[in-house]
């Protein structure tokens, strides 16, 4: 998780998710459909996507045929 930091793919720590901090309705604390949990997100979908294809693709380069989700 360091090195995803370290290339700015993801964040660790969200702030402000608690329901005091907002005037009006909070965000969910998890949306999996844009990668966000309550700890860690992606900095955007299309890292996600990306990081999923290059494990795709490298699970696939070495005979590893699984579906990776």
Same mark, same amino acid.
């Given at each position: 998780m360091d090195k995803l930091v370290e290339l700015n793919l993801i964040m660790d720590t969200i702030e402000g998710r608690e329901g005091w901090y907002w005037i009006d309705e909070p965000p969910s604390p998890k949306d999996p459909e844009l990668g966000i949990g309550w700890h860690v997100a992606w900095q955007t979908p299309l890292h996600r996507e990306a990081v999923r294809r290059a494990l795709a693709a490298r =699970? =696939?380069? #070495?005979? /590893?045929?699984? #579906?990776? /989700?």
């Amino acid at each position: 998780m360091d090195k995803l930091v370290e290339l700015n793919l993801i964040m660790d720590t969200i702030e402000g998710r608690e329901g005091w901090y907002w005037i009006d309705e909070p965000p969910s604390p998890k949306d999996p459909e844009l990668g966000i949990g309550w700890h860690v997100a992606w900095q955007t979908p299309l890292h996600r996507e990306a990081v999923r294809r290059a494990l795709a693709a490298r =699970a =696939a380069s #070495r005979g /590893n045929v699984e #579906r990776l /989700n």
